[in-house]
Nanobody, 125 residues
Framework: VQLQASGGGSVQAGGSLSLSCAAS????????MSWFRQAPGKEREFVAG????????THADSVRGRFTISRDNAKNTVSLQMNDLKPEDTGVYYC???????????????????WGQGTQVTVSS
């Protein structure tokens, strides 16, 4: 699976952005898909994940209620709608694919085998 993330940009606090990740391959629905982010000088952290057919989603506490992950298996895409953005949301956002069939999206970086190239999100105060 090859992943291509897009949709990053710069926005003021309180604004919104939508990220998209396009995946190659014919078995997209077999993968749990997640978004991670990494701020300068910090470790990469889980943001949100969604199981193969969208039956289960998980959002980090820091974004719950503001961000929403979704997927369209017919288009091989996973999206992250980000509302009410805060300066602490600034970072490089990565989409990632977990090959394992898990009941809930796993949050550890080590579980994800495929990664997109990242897209920058900058939120100014």
């Amino acid at each position: 699976v090859q992943l291509q993330a897009s949709g990053g940009g710069s926005v003021q606090a309180g604004g919104s952005l939508s990220l998209s990740c396009a995946a190659s391959g014919r078995t997209f629905s077999n993968y749990v898909m997640s978004w991670f982010r990494q701020a300068p000088g910090k470790e990469r952290e889980f943001v949100a994940g969604i199981t193969g057919y969208g039956g289960s989603t998980t959002h980090a506490d820091s974004v719950r209620g503001r961000f929403t992950i979704s997927r369209d298996n017919a288009k091989n895409t996973v999206s992250l709608q980000m509302n009410d953005l805060k300066p602490e949301d600034t970072g490089v956002y990565y989409c990632a694919a977990d090959r394992s069939s898990t009941r809930y999206p796993r949050q550890g970086v080590r579980f994800y085998y495929y990664w997109g190239q990242g897209t920058q999100v900058t939120v100014s105060s």
